[in-house]
């Protein structure tokens, strides 16, 4: 999955678990259980995620909804081959958005 989200500092929980399809309960709960979202509070404690969290929510995405990892398979799976798995990652969705553009393309010609 590949989330669409304007480029910002910050985003919010209701914009993330919209982009992402979710429901804002299971944003919170990933955050609890995955050490790598961290995303920062602000004083009424609203969560503000960073682009590199909205990054490691599309891998744990990919990881659990995708791929069907559960979530302890999916926490070392990250622990274990994080930077693997994010070059992996990385390639795979770069390669889905040079397929969309063929894609569309082709619908013009």
């Given at each position: ?8 500092l910050y985003y919010g929980i209701g914009e993330v ?64 081959g994080k930077k693997e798995t994010l070059s ?22």
């Open positions: 999955m590949h989330v669409n989200l304007p480029e910002k678990s919209k982009a992402f399809g979710v429901n804002a309960s299971l944003i919170r709960f990933w955050e609890k259980e995955f050490d790598v979202l961290q995303p920062k509070k602000n004083a009424k404690g609203n969560r503000k995620f960073t682009p590199q969290d909205i990054k490691n929510l599309e891998l744990i995405y990919h990881l659990v909804k995708e791929r069907g990892f559960t979530l302890e398979g999916a926490k070392i799976h990250l622990k274990e992996n990652f990385d390639i795979i969705r770069k390669l889905e958005h040079v397929k969309a553009q063929l894609i569309e393309l082709k619908k013009n010609l």
